[in-house]
Structures are given as C-alpha cells and as structure tokens.
T-cell receptor, first 111, second 116 residues
Framework: EDKVVQSPLSLVVHEGDTVTLNCSYE??????LLWYKQEKKAPTFLFML????IEKKSGRLSSILDKKELFSILNITATQTGDSAVYLC???????????FGKGTKLSVKP | GAVVSQHPSRVICKSGTSVKIECRSL??????MFWYRQFPKQSLMLMAT?????????EQGVEKDKFLINHASLTLSTLTVTSAHPEDSSFYIC????????????FGSGTQLSVL
C-alpha cells in the first residue's frame, strides 16, 4: 500500500494564483519529510521538515509539517510559469533512513 | 550547494550488453548513495541503497545480479546494468546523502537508458 500519498496528482492554475500541495504519510519510525521540485529530469531540493508546526519559507514557497496528523503542505504564492513542475514529497523512515517518495503533484501554471 | 554528478546522461545500447552509470559526490563525502528508477509519468522508485565499503541493500523485486552496485569510495558509486534488455530502458537517478547538511539528499542529473 502507498505510504506517502500526494494530492492532487495534477493541478492547473493561472499566474498569480496561490496553490497548496498536500502530502500525507504513514510510516514507522518517521525521521524527516522532504519536498523536491522536479522539472526536466532530476529533482532539486526544496525543504526538509523534521519538527511539527515550524514553517519553512523560501521566497514564495513555504511548507509546514504536522506530525500528529501525519501530513505536510507545500504552499506557493503568486505562482509563475516557472513554477510548473512535478513536486515530490518524500519521507525518510527507519534506522537505515530509507526514502519513500509519493507519486508527485504535477503543477501547470498558465500565463 | 552540494553537487552530485551522474554520468552518462544518456546511453543507447544493444540488447545483451552491459552499461555502467557513475554517481559522484563532488564536494562532500557520501557514505550512503541511493539508486532510483523512474518510468515515464511515475515517481522515483528506490532500487537499492549503496553503502561505502559494504554490499548494497536491494529493494524487494530488484535483481541484485542484474543491477550491480559498487560503492568503492566515499565519493563514487556505480550502477551496472548487466545483459540489458529493452525492458530495462528507463531513467536512472542517483542521490547522495550529505551528513554535514542534516542528511539532505542531493540528486544526480539522471541517466536515460535506451536498450534496443
């Protein structure tokens, strides 16, 4: 069964809109949750979240983790066409630090 | 930021040949590297965890004799696809964990393998 579930799977918005991407997880021995942006091919790192309730921000992007409800959100404000990409959520679990990816959310920002 | 170099970026080979893909951490030592496979429009699938100086740990369903992983140094891991077949055609990505940076993962640029 899926351990890391992202929603929605795809999203189409217009420039200037604000979007919220969701990631829920169910793993044993949770360590961290990470967000990546994948455009073209290889993912690039966005955020790493370990503690609940602490918002991380980078420009128009922000993310927060809720370890009680087992989810995280990634917010993008004032979206631009350059934000179009697949956003991947991943969870590090277990003593070996295995990384489990969600299926991703494909975001398309129209001009 | 940390850089992970993956080479080659694209390879086309005949069925039955072996292909080696290299993954290097350029500015940090990576005791652990990971190899993923990605099919079109699908998420990354972890194939194996490569540990420096020891045998790789393979995920269920991944043939260790087909996908040979060698992590001979703290900056280099290699994935060799042996006796490649068309169904092995895929996008392969490596990542390395930088323990100096809270264990963040940095990814290589990926290798598109096409087996004819």
């Amino acid at each position: 069964e899926d351990k890391v579930v992202q929603s929605p799977l795809s999203l189409v918005v217009h420039e200037g809109d604000t979007v919220t991407l969701n990631c829920s997880y169910e793993v044993t021995n949770f360590r961290s949750l990470l967000w990546y942006k994948q455009e073209k091919k290889a993912p690039t790192f966005l955020f790493m979240l370990t503690s609940s309730g602490i918002e991380k921000k980078s420009g128009r992007l922000s993310s927060i983790l809720d370890k009680k409800e087992l989810f995280s959100i990634l917010n993008i404000t004032a979206t631009q066409t350059g934000d179009s990409a697949v956003y991947l959520c991943a969870v590090i679990e277990g003593s070996q630090g295995n990384l489990i990816f969600g299926k991703g959310t494909k975001l398309s920002v129209k001009p | 930021g940390a850089v992970v170099s993956q080479h080659p970026s694209r390879v086309i080979c005949k069925s039955g040949t072996s292909v080696k893909i290299e993954c290097r951490s350029l500015d940090f030592q990576a005791t652990t590297m990971f190899w993923y496979r990605q099919f079109p429009k699908q998420s990354l699938m972890l194939m194996a965890t490569s540990n420096e100086g020891s045998k790789a740990t393979y995920e269920q369903g991944v043939e260790k004799d087909k996908f040979l992983i060698n992590h001979a140094s703290l900056t280099l891991s290699t994935l060799t696809v042996t006796s490649a077949h068309p169904e092995d055609s895929s996008f392969y990505i490596c990542s390395a964990r930088d323990r100096r940076r809270d264990e963040k993962l940095f990814f290589g640029s990926g290798t598109q393998l096409s087996v004819l």
